[in-house]
């Protein structure tokens, strides 16, 4: 649901990746006297670039949440504990209207769309920064306290088991704490970075390893709010759930879902493939019904089991969904 955002965040990083390997093959060709200070501009450059990258990504991520929801929810519908979040927010903007930061919306609009919203106008939109607004780096408990806000919850256990964070750390327990010790160590080097008070200069290793871990935080992240997305959809009606993983086969690069009753499945339909630790949308490949290909089945008042390619396999008990 987010692919594009993320696919954009990623090929950045993967920018400054590259940028890692260009900085250690100029300090090499330099003399002694200049590695020192070209070193810090190196490690300067990498990690003030990379955390503009994860906290543009997060600021877009939300803004983008926020603004399918209109299409899905009434906003009398949403809960008290986010309408006075908004409202706070609402309020905040409006007094720093006149700074560089809100330059890009006028005070008109701003009360358009608030006015709008409160008085449940079908076609209402969201004032995003609002509800982005932030004053502090984004270490993970702001991150939490910013998703809260859109009053969804325990972002931390999601990130906790999800495979992509997980897989950073050899010690598989308390993945939380570890993810956030290491993401606040990133940002305080960003913030000592930025004021040109570096201590020690990070090698290529630390660097690519910082890499990693953004990377990695931002799959996890737009895993969750796709996640939360098609919960609303489903209780809107948009989306529905159609079958869960039965059997994996993983050298045939297949699976068996029990349809529910009444669900209908084609060859190069998206499916939306969820479990309580992670979140991917994929297009059916292939389908099989007691080993025939066909393009299309429909469990037609009873449930019954298909085989299903994709371009990578799901775990057994996935819930399978579908749009609407």
């Known amino acids: 649901m987010f692919g594009g955002l993320q696919a954009n965040a990623l090929g950045q990083i993967d ?13 090499k ?4 006297e200049r590695r020192g200070s070209i070193k810090i501009y190196a490690v300067a450059s990498c990690v003030t670039r990379l955390y503009a ?30 309408k006075k979040e908004y409202r706070f927010g609402i309020s905040h903007i409006l007094g720093k209207i006149d700074g560089e930061r809100y330059s890009h919306l006028t005070h008109e609009n701003i009360i358009l769309w608030y006015h709008e ?22 270490r993970l408990n702001i991150v939490e306290n910013l998703v809260s806000r859109l009053d969804l919850r325990d972002l931390r256990g999601w990130l906790s088991s999800n ?33 040109g008070t570096l201590q020690t200069l990070e090698g290529r290793d630390n660097l690519e390893r910082y890499c990693d871990l953004i990377s990695a935080l931002i799959a996890a992240l737009a895993e969750y709010l796709a996640k939360c997305l098609l919960e609303h959809r489903v209780k809107a009606g948009k989306s ?25 499945l084609a060859r190069g339909l998206s499916i939306h493939m969820v479990s309580s630790n992670q979140y991917r949308s994929d297009a059916i490949l292939s389908m099989q019904v007691l ?18 390619q994709c371009t990578s396999n799901p775990r057994r008990n996935v819930e399978l969904y579908v749009d609407a």
Do not use: C, M, W
């Open 15 to 27: 920018v400054a990746r590259l940028l890692i390997g260009s900085h250690e093959e100029i300090l």
């Open 29 to 32: 060709a330099q003399p002694s």
């Open 53 to 82: 990258i994860y906290e543009h990504f997060v600021e877009s991520l939300l803004s983008d949440f926020l603004d399918a929801i209109p299409e899905l929810l009434p906003y009398s519908s949403l809960s008290e504990g986010l």
């Open 117 to 138: 919203a409160i008085s449940n106008a079908p076609k209402y939109r969201f004032v995003t920064e609002a509800l982005t607004r932030h004053d502090h780096n984004l």
């Open 163 to 195: 495979d992509r964070v997980v897989a950073l750390y050899e010690e598989k327990s308390a993945v939380a704490e570890q993810l956030d010790a290491e993401l606040g160590g990133f940002v305080q080097l960003r913030n000592d970075a930025a004021h």
């Open 240 to 264: 529905k759930k159609v079958g869960v993983v039965t059997e994996v086969f993983a050298r045939a690069n297949a699976f068996i879902v029990q349809l529910d009753s009444g669900s209908v």
């Open 291 to 308: 080993g025939q290909e066909v393009d299309q089945v429909t469990a037609d008042g009873q449930a019954f089991e298909v085989g299903l």
